[in-house]
């Protein structure tokens, strides 16, 4: 989700991680064999890691099939988060993003009537922010978060056009540049919007959908234009679009289609 550059990780753990994820997404068990190749990992690794992964109960293992599923271990971390507040699991990850590049962060519900709705705030500290209040309700298609929202659900050119035509911008783009964005928000999960929603701010946005496929939340980046670099608010937009993925695993049980 962040930049990781310069930081070391222990390779094991992360091979252990992507076994676990694999085994989660397919539902199914599988042979050793087999996710070690679908894990991109060499059989010996592969196995050793499932057999520690079997012993402390994070993983099943069914001696006759000689397969493998999730196990009841994994119960032990979850149970704690099972009854929470999808906020505070939420949180946690957005505050890292905007402590770590010093920018604003809202996060929005989204509505079936095509709304969003301000639910929560990050911030860092010791920054100059523009402030919008707490349930703040504006049309989905709007700013950054518009353009995710209208690549998200698949839309096509006139259906994105009346929704571009229900907001009030304060400088608008002109639907064209709009919908070149929705087009390149369909590969990166991400989008930006310099100063057309509301002028001296630039906006940057990801939304996270639920497990069948619909978006739920929007968070976006907001900064007065100028405090922050193009490179820097690509930047903001790769952690938020990682986020989003976070939260759709997490929170809504989501799995993107591979």
Known sequence: MTDDTGQKFV????????????LASSGQPMGA????????????????ILRTLAHEGLVSFDPEAKTYVIGMGLMEFA????????????????NAIAQER?????????????????????TAPN???????????????????GRVYAATLGLNKEQTRKGYDSVRWQDAPGFEAYWADVQAA????????????????????????????????????ITITGQQTQESLDHVGRDLAGAARQIERGVFGHQAAE
């Open 11 to 22: 390779p094991a753990v992360q091979n252990a991680m992507i076994i676990m994820r694999l």
């Open 102 to 122: 010093q920018v604003a962060i809202a996060l929005w519900q989204i509505t079936e009537n095509r709304r969003v709705v301000l639910i929560d705030r990050f």
């Open 186 to 221: 369909r590969e990166t999960g991400t989008a930006q919007d310099h100063g057309n929603l509301f002028r001296g701010l630039d906006i940057t946005a990801a939304v996270a959908c639920d497990a069948a496929g619909v978006p739920r939340l929007g968070m976006s980046s």
């Open 33 to 48: 064999t087999q996710i070690a190749r679908e894990a991109g990992l060499n059989v010996s690794s592969a196995f050793n």
């Open 79 to 94: 149970a704690p988060l099972l009854g929470a507040n999808p906020s505070d699991l939420i949180r946690p990850v957005l």
């Open 127 to 145: 920054i100059v922010q523009a402030v919008m209040a707490r349930n703040s309700r504006l049309p989905a298609f709007v700013g950054a978060i």
